[in-house]
Nanobody, 128 residues
Framework: QVQLVESGGGSVQAGGSLRLSCVVSQFTYRPLGWFRQAPGKEREGVAAIRSSGIRNGGGSTYYADSVQGRFTISRDDAENTLYLQMNSLKPEDTGMYYC??????????????????WGQGTQVTVSS
């Protein structure tokens, strides 16, 4: 059983930055991802990253078009921590942000249905 706990959310003005963290309960080779859900909308993939081991994907990263160039996902497997650096934030980035862990062999890593374990979420609010 993998447990994930997010932190780092908050309220910022448009153009500002936030850094989200997600502590994973145990070392894992699983791909990890960030997702968000705005009120009345479906959960959507924001960014995902494979483990750094060559056999597990070599640290490949994936981004939604809407955040490409503004957000950066990273992971520190020695600290069992996933990060999401969010810059140039926009009001449309507002939502509950979740981290999640998938099975090692999955593709389509921005698809929420591919993920087995989820954190409780951290709220991000961007005002104009």
């Amino acid at each position: 059983q993998v447990q994930l706990v997010e932190s780092g959310g908050g309220s910022v003005q448009a153009g500002g930055s936030l850094r989200l963290s997600c502590v994973v309960s145990q070392f894992t080779y699983r791909p990890l991802g960030w997702f968000r859900q705005a009120p009345g909308k479906e959960r959507e993939g924001v960014a995902a990253i494979r483990s750094s081991g060559i056999r597990n994907g070599g640290g490949s990263t994936y981004y939604a078009d809407s955040v490409q160039g503004r957000f950066t996902i990273s992971r520190d497997d020695a600290e069992n921590t996933l990060y999401l650096q969010m810059n140039s934030l926009k009001p449309e980035d507002t939502g509950m942000y979740y981290c999640a862990a998938a099975s090692v062999l999955v593709t389509a890593l921005l698809d929420p249905s591919k993920y087995d374990y989820w954190g409780q979420g951290t709220q991000v609010t961007v005002s104009s």
